[in-house]
């Protein structure tokens, strides 16, 4: 188990009592590893209202003898004695106890999505099993052809001690192994854990790969990422800020202005996302002939992190949205956020999805694989996603993280490329979400 500390040592006794309030604690941080004695405290937040961390200070011994201090934090989330029973408190001082977070029952939970899929004018599990396969059959055409094309660009993978010949045995290849040299091998020491043992594919490799099959299987994100704006081309209602843009409303049929009070530089980042996104999008989106509606957008810029917020009407429809990105990738991300509350399809079929991969998994706080920041209450279903981050579960069941976390990908090729190898599926899910494969509808 890795914490924000260090890794743990689940396989051994990570933290034994030794006496009343005396633990011993095994943790590997980076190559090493070490053995601490030392006890539990609780710390607590600035002010003394509310519980903190739970962290234990104590003291190791290194190689020479000398005893240098130690301190780790708790597991995220941690709740149980190493014994196994429920802690109440194993600290000396503070109220503090480990309870654990009120985590909706996985059950409940797919019975709720069962609930959304079953309405009328639902995404039918037919469809989306066909749609799923034809996208499927398209990618592996698109990648046969570019393989053959750009067979030494693939040099650096081996299937059954060869080069892979189609798609299914480059997702189960693996990266090649260099050959030691002779400094290599005549300085071991500097190249156990080194990355340059491995040839795989470089970053120019990965952008040439993925952008020839954009332009066979997914011509949206090709025109989205080779877009190259000009002064001419640029939106001067949106640079203006504050403005809704006329030329993408009479395009998309989408309210798109900026947050007043942004700089320049946050008004262009904004004016140059919203155009890729839309492009980017617009097959999934739809005309004005088709049945969806699209509520006004606000876009701002921000150097932390990206965020999309919703109004209602006093009808319960969406009013508007705010989307906050810092770069094109969190862009993409809300956006498909944006996609999945606009067009029910996509929602629908991030649903089922979501569904398929998840139904013998377990669910995990979040904090605990993924960041220690996330409330407890948070939830993931971790599965053998890329990112844990993908199988969180929302309260509001029309939203899921299956569909941004595979269409923001395409904000960079070689992060494209690294799903498509580690987690065919889902890439080949974003690919049909961007194509409009799943079709068009309103919640």
Known sequence: MKTPFGKILVESKWNERLDKDKWKLNIKRGKRTYTAVGHWRTTFRKGGKGRGRNVFFGVYTGGDGKEFPFMHGAPPG????????????????????????????????????????????????????????????????????????????????????????????????????????????????????????????????????????????APTVAKAQKLQLTF?????????????????????????????????????GMEQLAQRSMVLLSEAMGSKKDNLTFPAVTLKYTDSRASMSYKYDGQGNYKSFEITARDRSSGYHEFAHWLEHTNSQVSDAGARFWMSRTKDDVPTKMRQVCWPSYPESEVTCPDKFTDPYVGKMYKNVTSTEVVTMGVDKFAAEYMAFDLMRNDPDHFVFALAVVNGAFGKGVK
């Open 78 to 217: 941690w709740n149980v004695k190493p014994d196994d029973k429920k802690a109440k408190n194993i600290t000396k001082k503070g109220k503090s106890k480990f309870r654990p977070p009120q985590m909706e029952k996985l059950e409940k939970h797919r019975n709720k999505i069962k609930k959304k899929l079953s309405r009328p004018g639902a995404l039918s599990e037919a469809k989306y099993n066909k749609a799923m396969e034809e996208t499927k059959a398209k990618l592996e055409k698109a990648f046969s052809e570019v393989m053959e094309s750009m067979s030494s660009d693939f040099a650096g993978f081996e299937y059954d001690g060869r080069q892979p010949k189609n798609f299914d045995e480059f997702t189960k290849s693996k990266v090649k192994q260099k050959k030691p040299n002779a400094f290599m091998l005549k300085h071991p020491q500097f190249f156990k854990d080194s990355p340059k043992k491995k040839f795989g594919a470089s970053k120019d490799q990965k952008q040439k790969i993925m952008l020839a099959i954009y332009d066979k299987a």
């Open 232 to 268: 001419a081309e640029r939106d001067k209602d949106l640079m203006d800020g504050g403005k809704q843009s006329k030329e993408m409303k009479a395009k998309y049929g989408v309210k798109l202005k900026t947050s007043k009070g942004q700089n320049y530089i946050g008004r262009k």
